[in-house]
Each structure stands twice: as C-alpha cells, then as structure tokens.
C-alpha cells in the first residue's frame, strides 16, 4: 500500500512591519473626570504636554504596525504621564500603550500595571489623511472618541480617596503617521494593507493627496 500523501501545509501569512510616530494621544481628562472638582491637580511627566486644556501623549519609540493584506496587529506606546495629586498623596499615571486592533487603551497606575484607561469607541475603522508632497499617511483612530472604563477611574480613587466619575470624553483624538516609503519606493504591501493602490511610484505618492476612511480589518 503506497504512502498516503501529507497533507497540505496551511499558509503563514507573511506580516510586514513599520513603525509608527506621530501626535498620539490627545484627551480632555480634566472634562471626562472632573479632576479638580475633586480637588486633584494634574501635571504632566516624561515628554508629554498640555495642549489648551487637553493632554497630548505623544507617539514613543518602538510603536509599530504590523500588515499583510490589511492591517493585522499594531500598537502606539504613548510618551509620558501624568503625576496626579490630592493632598499629600499623589499617583502617578504612565506606560500608556494603545492596541490598535482592539482599541484598548492601558496605562501603569501607580505600581498596578495593564490598567484599562479606556476604549476607542470604533476601532476597526480610521480616518486617513496625506497632503500632497508628503511621503506620510496620518490615521485617525478615535474618529468617534475613546470610553474612559471604570477601572481607571476607581484605580485613582483607591490612591488619592476620590470618587471620580467616568464621563464621556468631549474632546480626543488617537493619531499615528506612517512613512508610505521602503527604502527608496512606495512600500507595496503597506499600500494595499490600507486599501491604496500598490503600483503607485515615488512621483504617483507624491503627487496625491488623500482624505477618505480606511478600514483596518476585523480579523
């Protein structure tokens, strides 16, 4: 009796990778938890900034994401934190990383790691913008806000004694910027991960400008 034959391999999809830099986060945590109506006072550590009443936590080194035929997996690990304090207590918020599959938003609370800060409230789409000369695409990934979880809040509660709300937040954007080029030309496999067209050249990238939706994948 002849060997039955093996069966077939299942194919690997072969992921590429970029990294990604950018504004990243900016939130209105002063509006979505009242802090000084709880008589807690935020100041920013580590890189970060105010912008008018908001927060900016920039896009860190190491953020990448990761492609095939879409987008796949990704996350933006967001520059500083914010040292918040009541009293003669203060907690520190920091290593905030943003999956971008999943929309999950995590944070170190003081010394409790992997706290969930919130959700982007429509994750598996983005907002993709380029202007024309640039080599760059910019996606928006909050196009409809980030929910604050419960969790954030009460982990700040279990410091500083607050009992903070978790409101809807007014004002936030999730934003990454992606260098279309690899090496010296258009990167193929990142054009069509994004729905763009893949034989674009240098002059074709340069020449478009861009403002649509893109959808970064469910799978």
């Not at 069966?7 to 000084?36: F, H, Y």
Request: glycine share 12%; net charge negative.
């Amino acid at each position: 009796m002849a060997d039955a034959a093996p069966p077939p391999r299942a194919e690997v999809a072969v992921l590429g990778s970029s990294p990604i830099t950018g504004a990243g986060l900016v939130i209105d945590l002063e509006g979505a938890l009242d802090l000084g109506g709880q008589g807690v006072s935020a100041a920013t550590i580590g890189g970060s900034g105010h912008i008018d009443d908001d927060v900016n936590f920039k896009v860190a080194k190491g953020s990448t994401i990761s492609y095939d035929r879409q987008i796949r997996s990704g996350r933006a690990l967001l520059l500083g934190g914010l040292r918040l304090a009541k009293g003669t207590e203060t907690l520190l918020v920091s290593g905030m990383s943003a999956d971008l599959k999943s929309g999950v938003i995590t944070a170190k609370v003081g010394l409790r790691p992997g706290i969930r800060l919130g959700t982007i409230t429509a994750p598996a789409t983005a907002r993709a913008t380029k202007p024309v000369g640039s080599t760059t695409i910019t996606l928006d990934l909050a196009t409809s806000g980030v929910t604050l979880d419960p969790a954030f809040a009460a982990a700040i509660d279990d410091t500083l004694g607050t009992a903070l709300p978790t409101n809807p937040v007014p004002r936030t954007t999730l934003t990454i910027d992606i260098d279309l080029i690899r090496g010296h030309s258009p990167n193929p496999d990142l054009l069509t991960a994004l729905g763009l067209d893949s034989s674009l050249d240098l002059a074709d990238l340069l020449a478009f400008r861009l403002d649509t939706t893109v959808d970064l994948g469910s799978s």
